[in-house]
């Protein structure tokens, strides 16, 4: 009774003596903390899973300031992760890069039902280069707005081309045309009626 009042408990597992905040909670047992240690409680539980065939985090040496990222295994500084107020070190799981690579995937599939692995092979398809300049690497899919048919990869300057002719092959020949030095005029038909050159 004397040592709990120190602050300090025996582990009933190692049998060493602890301060109190090396112990969990627990409000059913009497002091109001686990019978074990954070540390035996933790090697129990990685046996457990181990023996049961699941997935254990590696048991690394993490310093003050850091935190291991479960999807990458790499220790990383806190400003290497997202904010997470439901955690209970504040952090996110993993880190702001694996995030990032899982977003690019999932934006992917949700918005043109693509993987990773079928869009590396479109470019591929493409010899690495964008579909329509044919000079610049191809980071951005191309699709159809009206069917979300997926018709490409291209750069960026060229998929902001395609979007700002609001996707209308006229309006392209007409560009096309235009570049070539053959200017469309108009023919007034009638009061504010033009008809176009076929």
Same mark, same amino acid.
């Given at each position: 009774?004397?040592?709990?009042?120190?602050?300090?408990?025996? /582990?009933?597992?190692?049998?060493?003596?602890?301060?109190?905040?090396?112990?969990?909670?627990?409000?059913?047992?009497?002091?109001?903390?686990?019978?074990?240690?954070?540390?035996?409680?933790?090697?129990?539980?990685?046996?457990?899973?181990?023996?049961?065939?699941?997935?254990?985090?590696?048991?690394?040496?993490?310093?003050?300031?850091?935190?291991? /990222?479960?999807?990458?295994?790499?220790?990383?500084?806190?400003?290497?992760?997202?904010?997470?107020?439901?955690?209970?070190?504040?952090?996110?799981?993993? /880190?702001?890069?694996?995030?990032?690579?899982?977003?690019?995937?999932?934006?992917?599939?949700?918005?043109?039902?693509?993987?990773?692995?079928?869009?590396?092979?479109?470019?591929?398809?493409?010899?690495?280069?964008?579909?329509?300049?044919?000079?610049?690497?191809?980071?951005?899919?191309?699709?159809?707005?009206?069917?979300?048919?997926?018709?490409?990869?291209?750069?960026?300057? /060229?998929?902001?081309?395609?979007?700002?002719?609001?996707?209308?092959?006229?309006?392209?020949?007409?560009?096309?045309?235009?570049?070539?030095?053959?200017?469309?005029?108009?023919?007034?038909?009638?009061?504010?009626?033009?008809?176009?050159?076929?």
């Amino acid at each position: 009774m004397a040592s709990e009042e120190e602050g300090v408990k025996r /582990c009933v597992r190692c049998g060493e003596r602890k301060p109190h905040a090396a112990f969990a909670k627990r409000r059913s047992n009497l002091d109001g903390l686990q019978r074990h240690c954070r540390d035996c409680a933790s090697d129990y539980h990685r046996t457990r899973q181990e023996t049961l065939g699941k997935k254990v985090r590696p048991k690394v040496e993490v310093p003050e300031g850091h935190k291991l /990222c479960l999807k990458c295994g790499v220790v990383k500084p806190w400003s290497e992760w997202h904010r997470n107020a439901t955690a209970s070190d504040g952090l996110s799981t993993r /880190c702001k890069e694996c995030r990032a690579v899982e977003g690019r995937a999932g934006h992917l599939k949700r918005n043109y039902g693509l993987t990773e692995v079928e869009r590396d092979a479109l470019i591929a398809a493409q010899y690495g280069l964008c579909a329509i300049c044919l000079d610049a690497p191809p980071v951005h899919v191309d699709h159809c707005h009206k069917t979300g048919r997926v018709r490409g990869v291209l750069c960026f300057n /060229c998929n902001s081309a395609i979007g700002k002719l609001r996707d209308k092959p006229d309006a392209a020949r007409r560009a096309a045309a235009y570049l070539e030095g053959n200017l469309w005029k108009p023919t007034l038909v009638a009061p504010g009626v033009y008809q176009l050159p076929s």
